[in-house]
């Protein structure tokens, strides 16, 4: 239910996303699967509003995720991850989350990349502006002095091997993690991944930025604490991860997919949208509030 505002459904809006996202990537020939701990009532709900098509896989989740961290759900990822190290998820598999939208072919850098692909987030991370924070809750979690270089949680690719090897970075973090939370600058998936990635990369692992080459774009049509890059700098990304649009994907999701009238469509959407967070940044500064960066097209 994060990032989603009250009166919605969050099952069927999560479904509406996904079906949305799964139809995006199988659009230019991309296997797409929907991972989940309760296949029979992600199926129940599919029936219930018509969604065909969107391909289910049930596993089960083992993770001893503490009831009170936030993000909580996010955090199974991590055990996908393990799970794609295994190799039950083929040779080059890849997680991206359901409010992501696939736009254009992946670069094919990215495809052939050694070791992995993600998406580094340094340069925006919402609290990106007290590195030494950041630096001294990664340190705790590796045991071992770290940079502030920060990963977004919602695209990873890459072979199964280096899965594999990430899975191992993850095992003595994780203990650390649940252990130091109530000290640590930032709670959730992302946390525990961008350790796991520094020590898979001191351990001689290879990672390609995913975001430079053009394979993914966050964007935010929210206020946020930290300014992001204005819609037109990444709209040309491959997919576009837009976690605070859940509510437009989910209205998007009716077959058949189109790239190009998707971006007509959301364009006109986030220009309303902008045009109303400019007035509540308006409204802010004249009550001498601290004023939010406003979402720039």
């Known amino acids: 239910m994060v990032n989603l505002a009250p009166g919605h459904d969050p099952l069927d809006i999560y479904v509406r996303c996904a079906a949305l996202s799964g139809r995006s990537f199988a659009h230019w020939g991309y296997d797409w699967t929907l991972v989940t701990d309760r296949g029979d009532v992600v199926a129940a709900r599919c029936d219930a509003l018509g969604i065909t098509g969107l391909r289910l896989r049930e596993e089960t989740f ?18 996908l991850m393990e799970k794609f190290g295994s190799g039950t998820f083929g040779d080059m598999p890849g997680l991206v989350d ?9 670069p094919a850098a990215v495809l052939s990349a050694p070791g992995l692909a993600g998406y580094d987030m340094t340069a925006v991370a919402t609290f990106g502006q ?11 979690l590796r045991g071992k002095p770290s940079s502030a270089q920060w990963w977004g949680g919602e695209f990873v690719m890459g072979s199964r091997a280096a899965f594999a090897k990430l899975a191992d970075a993850f095992k003595p973090i994780w203990d650390r993690y649940v252990s130091a939370s109530d000290s640590l600058v930032h709670l959730g998936d992302e946390m525990v991944l ?12 290879a990672i390609m930025d ?12 929210a206020r946020t ?3 992001f890059p204005p819609f037109r700098q990444i709209e040309g990304s491959a997919i576009l991860h837009l976690p605070a649009d859940k509510p ?39 009550l001498g509030k601290k004023a939010q960066f406003t979402p720039r097209y």
């Open 62 to 79: 083992t993770l001893d995720v503490p009831q009170h961290l936030p993000f909580r759900s996010a955090h199974f990822k991590l055990e």
């Open 98 to 106: 359901l409010d992501a939208v696939c736009l254009a072919p992946l």
């Open 130 to 140: 007290n590195e030494r924070k950041v630096r001294e809750s990664l340190s705790t």
């Open 194 to 205: 961008t350790a796991g990635l520094q020590d898979y990369c001191e351990a001689g692992g």
């Open 210 to 221: 995913g975001g430079a080459a053009g394979a993914i774009a966050r964007y935010w049509s």
């Open 225 to 227: 604490g930290q300014q």
């Open 248 to 286: 437009f994907l989910a209205s998007a999701c009716d077959p058949p997919f189109d790239p190009e009238g998707f971006r007509d469509s959301y364009r006109r959407y986030l220009r309303r949208r902008i045009a109303v967070r400019q007035l509540a940044t308006f409204a802010d500064r004249v």
